[in-house]
């Protein structure tokens, strides 16, 4: 990113400190997401039938839906008010679109598949 051309009105003091806290905060809901759902949760447990006993509620989640992904987004976000690019931050707009997009299909499919869950546990 040293060598990408660098947007002047993001190249200030007060910016740089304001990439940092949300790099900080977005990756604080990534990390505190992995240590709540698990390496399983994480990468493998919804799509292959590996559920937790519940759904997850406790932080990060209880401040926010999807906090890995939108977590994700503000690394991008705090990376790229670092280094006051303007490619860091159309990137970060094209992750978020994408983030949002695999939402639309992921949450549904989440709510289903434990609500399923527990139509199953209740019928035994």
Do not use: R
């Amino acid at each position: 990113m040293k060598t990408q051309p660098k947007l002047d009105i993001l190249d200030c003091i007060t910016v740089y400190y304001m990439g940092l806290i949300i790099l900080v905060a977005g990756t604080v809901f990534v990390v505190c997401s992995f240590y709540a759902l698990g390496f399983v949760g994480t990468f493998l447990g919804d799509y292959f039938g590996i559920l937790m006993d519940t759904k997850v509620t406790g932080f990060p989640f209880n401040v926010m839906d999807n906090p890995m992904y939108w977590g994700s987004t503000a690394n991008h976000f705090g990376w790229a008010l670092l280094n006051a690019s303007p490619v860091g931050l159309i990137l970060t707009a094209v992750v978020a679109l994408t983030y949002k997009v695999a939402i639309m299909f992921e949450g549904p499919f989440t709510e289903e598949i434990y609500q399923e869950k527990e139509k199953l546990e209740k019928n035994k």
